[in-house]
């Protein structure tokens, strides 16, 4: 799995603009190519900082995107940020959830049972 995470201050006065246009460059449903999904969230400290994510299975699907029209205007979006936005990728080659936490704390009380 490959994770989009893009990190952007909208301009003052300009958050609702910011979030429709983060909205307008989401992947349309059903996703494309493989793509497992797209959020947007706001951090709680800074309302106008908004964070924009999307998950991919494989970087095929990725680089198709990144070469995409939609693409092309979140980059323009970036742009328009009141501060330098930061975008990363993730490479994810293991993601566990709940069943990890029972298996590392089963073994816990095993060793303290010993």
Not at 9 to 24: D, F, K, V, Y
Not at 82 to 94: M, N, Y
Request: charged share 25%.
């Amino acid at each position: 799995m490959v994770q989009l995470l893009i990190r952007l201050t909208a301009p003052p006065g300009r958050l609702q603009q910011t979030i429709q246009a983060l909205r307008s460059v989401m992947s349309p449903a059903p996703p494309e190519r493989g793509e497992a999904g797209a959020h947007i969230s706001s951090d709680v400290g800074d309302g106008n900082v908004l964070y924009y994510a999307e998950d991919w299975p494989d970087v095929e699907g990725l680089n198709e995107h990144l070469r995409s029209l939609r693409f092309g205007r979140m980059l323009a979006l970036m742009e328009t940020a009141a501060e330098a936005p930061s975008l990363e990728f993730r490479f994810v080659s293991d993601i566990k959830g709940l069943d990890y936490v029972a298996e590392v704390r089963e073994a816990v009380h095993r060793a303290d049972d010993e």
